[in-house]
Structures are given as structure tokens and as C-alpha cells.
């Protein structure tokens, strides 16, 4: 069974960085899409990035975020990142990592069948 364990969340000024994590236990990382969401309250879940799993090539779905956010990825530690930097206040939400069931990367979060249960980030001074 496909499980995601999303980590690293927390509270960060204005300006400064974070590193999520996304450990994915129970299959292989080259057979599935991992993709990073984000939902702030009271907004629709947003669709950060995705990187795909056979070649792990990244598409890159939010322009709040580009420039800023990287995802990248470790086949042999079974873990996807996103790397978030000049961090803004509007960016606080809940970060939410989760595989599609094939290889390839799609913008919509239904396309996304295996979720975690979510880390908090708050950006405030």
C-alpha cells in the first residue's frame, strides 16, 4: 500500500526558507507522479509542482511559487522535497504531498490518488 508522510512544516518569517519533505513507503518512486499541493482556509487547494517518476522531469503549476519553490527528488531514499525560499506570508497553508497512480505529472489534484496527511507552514513575523 502506497503511504506518504509529509514533514518540515512550521513557522518561518517573512524572507526565510523551509524544506518539505514527502517519505513514500510501499512502492517505487519511478512508477508514480508525486505531486505538492497547498490549501490556505477558506481557498481551494492549490496545485505547487510535480515531478514525474520514470526521468523525473518537473512541471510547475503555480506562479505565486515560481522562482521561489523547487521540488527534486531521492529514488533510493523514497522521499520527494520542496524546497521553499523568500518565503511570504500569503504562502501559509497547509502543504500536502500525493502520487498519481502512473509516472506522469498532471495540474488537476483529482488526477492524485494517494495523499498525505499534511504539514502546517506559517510565515509571520
Known amino acids: 500500500q502506497l503511504q506518504l508522510v509529509e514533514s518540515g512544516g512550521g513557522l518561518v518569517q517573512p524572507g526565510g526558507s523551509l524544506r518539505l519533505s514527502c517519505e513514500v513507503s510501499g512502492v517505487d518512486l519511478n512508477n508514480h507522479a508525486i505531486g505538492w499541493f497547498r490549501q490556505a482556509p477558506g481557498k481551494e487547494r492549490e496545485t505547487i509542482s510535480c515531478i514525474a517518476g520514470n526521468g523525473g522531469s518537473i512541471s510547475d503549476y503555480a506562479d505565486s511559487v515560481k522562482g521561489r519553490f523547487t521540488v527534486s527528488k531521492v529514488n533510493a531514499k523514497k522521499t520527494v522535497y520542496l524546497q521553499m525560499n523568500s518565503l511570504k506570508p500569503e504562502d501559509a497553508a497547509t502543504y500536502y504531498c500525493?502520487?498519481?497512480?502512473?509516472?506522469?505529472?498532471?495540474?488537476?489534484?483529482?488526477?492524485?490518488?494517494?495523499w498525505g496527511q499534511g504539514t502546517q507552514v506559517t510565515v509571520s513575523t
Open positions: 500525493a502520487a498519481r497512480g502512473s509516472w506522469g505529472c498532471r495540474r488537476a489534484y483529482n488526477e492524485y490518488v494517494f
